[in-house]
């Protein structure tokens, strides 16, 4: 990660890694098949580092808002060190083809354990949530986690004041949406929106199979 | 143009640009202050050409669907021709700070043009909408468009095949979120959702101040 926030990701090579780390070339092939695997292996750990910064606000909360609004705010806690060297890898992973985008295949494992948080966050509250929505809901809360990303990425206010408001505006937003989610008439178009991601953004697709085929006593 | 597609953005100096049109460094400031205002001048000109490739279907459909569609089909094939730049330009513009983004104080006229487009769509549609959300509608309408560009940078499929089933199915999203504006339990969501974008995205705001002060018979 030093090397790099240092010469940024496109001019780091393998080689200069596995120089860093005090290991041969081939050993550090061993383990990363390439600079993409690096980053996937970033991505576990922001993740990982999310789920435990999200924990407090998950064991206290029962209001969706609160426990909304808590979760993005870890996530913003925990990316905070890496502002600088996401703003200049952004071009590598904004293109949803690239394995480095969050929505790519390569991402599944990183990006099924950040719908897992946003699920707990859901299942957790005491907001009412008709079945039907019970698996696309987290998704979609997901997607706008990455609305909130993207905002970030460029975000130069001090200490990343704008996205913390923003955080907090849009867990109140999809609060309300969940809320008007009682109301049957608006279900297919719900439905419909997650469609449409599903159906465009490639490794949504995989996502949505992956939920599916999870055994019921697992849900 | 040319240059811009060929060297890149960041690499093409005003000096080259102005030996190019023949004419003197002196005399290419004096029309523009910088690169970005040849930017602006695109954005302008890309407008123009796509409020006249909307024409046919704005002045031929009365349904809204087949006028969204239309006028996000028009803007595909009057883009077309600058997809590679798009893409390599892209970094400079999703930044909303930049003077680039199309969500900057400077892109005001090219975005305001650009909403009065999906304005008429929706004034000149048979669908009913509620006098409160006449003004917010629009801004939403160009923003999905917005999501729409994103996407079309990045899309590699042969004639942008992807982006125009995605305009299709993004128009009939939005057609169908119209159609449930007629609920008033929904509206307070859509001025909702508009107020976000409004208070996080800078130019946004301005666009917002210039509707609310357009005379009434203008509107």
Do not use: C
């Amino acid at each position: 990660m030093r090397l790099f926030q240092e010469r940024g990701y496109d001019k780091t090579t393998m080689r200069a890694i596995a120089k860093e780390a005090g290991v041969s070339v081939g050993n550090a092939y061993y383990y990363f098949a390439g600079k993409e695997h690096l980053i996937q292996g970033f991505y576990d750990r922001i993740g990982a580092e999310h789920q435990t910064a999200a924990r407090a606000v998950l064991d206290r909360e029962t209001d969706l808002h609160a426990r909304l609004a808590g979760v993005l705010q870890a996530w913003l806690d925990v990316a905070e060190p890496y502002h600088e060297f996401a703003a200049q890898f952004f071009k590598n992973a904004a293109d949803p083809d690239s394995p480095l985008s969050p929505f790519s295949a390569e991402s599944e494992h990183a990006r099924e354990a950040s719908i897992a948080i946003h699920r707990e966050a859901l299942a957790g509250s005491k907001a009412k949530v008709p079945d039907e929505l019970a698996d696309v809901l987290p998704e979609l809360m997901w997607l706008s986690q990455m609305g909130l990303v993207l905002y970030w990425v460029f975000d130069r206010s001090p200490a990343r004041e704008r996205s913390r408001r923003l955080a907090d505006r849009g867990a109140r937003l999809t609060t309300r949406g969940v809320s008007l989610a009682r109301f049957r008439v608006l279900r297919p178009l719900v439905h419909e929106v997650h469609e449409l991601f599903t159906d465009f953004l490639p490794g949504m697709a995989q996502t949505a199979v992956a939920v599916r085929k999870r055994p019921e006593d697992d849900r």
